[in-house]
C-alpha cells in the first residue's frame, strides 16, 4: 500500500518508519487493493501524537494514538485503524451473503389405471386415501454441516478511553467518526459516561454514578 508520511516538529527515526510501514501494509491487505494511507508524526507538550488516514475504495479510516514515546503512539494508532479495517471487511462480508432457500420435494400422484373397474366400497375408500397421501409435499430443510462462529471483538482499553472532557454531542460525534461502538468519557463537569452501539444500531449513553 502507497504510505505517505509527514513530520511537524519531530524527526522519524528508520525503526518507527519500518514499523509504520509495516503495520499499513497488513491494514491494505486487509482492506484489498487500491487503499492508499497517510501518517502524521507530531508532539504537544511532550506528547507524542500519531494520526493514520487510510482510503479504501468506498471506506475512509481515521486513527489517533498518543503516547509519551512514538512507537508507542504509532502501535496504538495501528491497532486502533487496523480494528476499524477488520470490522469494516466483516461487514462487507456479511451483506455479501445470500439467504439460503428452503428446499421442497413433492411426491408426485399416482397414476389411474386407463381401464375403469367398478371397485367394491372398501377398495374405493382404500383408493381416496392413498391418492391423498400421494398429493401431499414434504418441506425439507438443508442446514450447515457446521454452525457458524463469531469470533469476539476485543477492544483494548486505550481505545475506548477519552482523554479529554467530551460534552455528549461532542462524545457522539466522536464515535461516529472514529467508527467506535464503545466510547468511555467524562464530561467538563466530571461525570463519567459509557457510550455504545447496542445491536439495531443505535447509540446508547449510560452514566456511571
Do not use: W
Not at 43 to 60: G, N
Not at 132 to 150: D, L, N, Q, Y
Request: with cysteine; aromatic share 4%.
Amino acid at each position: 500500500m502507497e504510505v505517505e508520511f509527514t513530520a511537524r516538529g519531530v524527526k522519524i527515526s528508520k525503526a518507527v518508519r519500518a514499523h509504520a510501514e509495516e503495520g499499513m501494509e497488513r491494514i491494505g491487505r486487509i482492506l484489498g487493493r487500491g487503499a492508499h494511507g497517510s501518517v502524521t508524526f507530531s508532539v504537544q507538550r511532550h506528547l507524542q501524537i500519531v494520526e493514520l488516514t487510510v482510503q479504501a475504495r468506498t471506506q475512509k479510516l481515521a486513527a489517533t494514538g498518543k503516547a509519551n514515546e512514538p512507537e508507542a503512539a504509532l502501535r496504538l494508532a495501528l491497532s486502533h485503524a487496523e480494528n476499524q479495517a477488520r470490522k469494516y471487511r466483516d461487514r462487507k462480508i456479511e451483506n455479501n451473503r445470500l439467504p439460503k432457500e428452503e428446499k421442497s420435494l413433492t411426491v408426485p400422484p399416482v397414476a389411474r389405471p386407463k381401464t375403469r373397474v367398478s371397485p367394491d366400497p372398501e377398495q374405493q375408500a382404500e383408493g381416496k386415501l392413498a391418492r391423498g397421501k400421494a398429493r401431499a409435499s414434504i418441506a425439507v430443510h438443508s442446514f450447515p454441516a457446521k454452525p457458524t462462529v463469531v469470533e469476539p471483538h476485543i477492544i483494548k482499553n486505550g481505545e475506548c478511553f477519552a482523554l479529554k472532557p467530551l460534552t455528549i454531542e461532542e462524545a457522539v460525534k466522536d464515535a461516529e467518526f472514529r467508527d467506535r461502538d464503545l466510547l468511555i468519557f467524562h464530561d467538563p463537569a466530571g461525570d463519567m459516561y459509557v457510550l455504545h452501539r447496542r445491536r439495531d444500531g443505535q447509540m446508547e449513553l449510560v452514566e456511571i454514578s
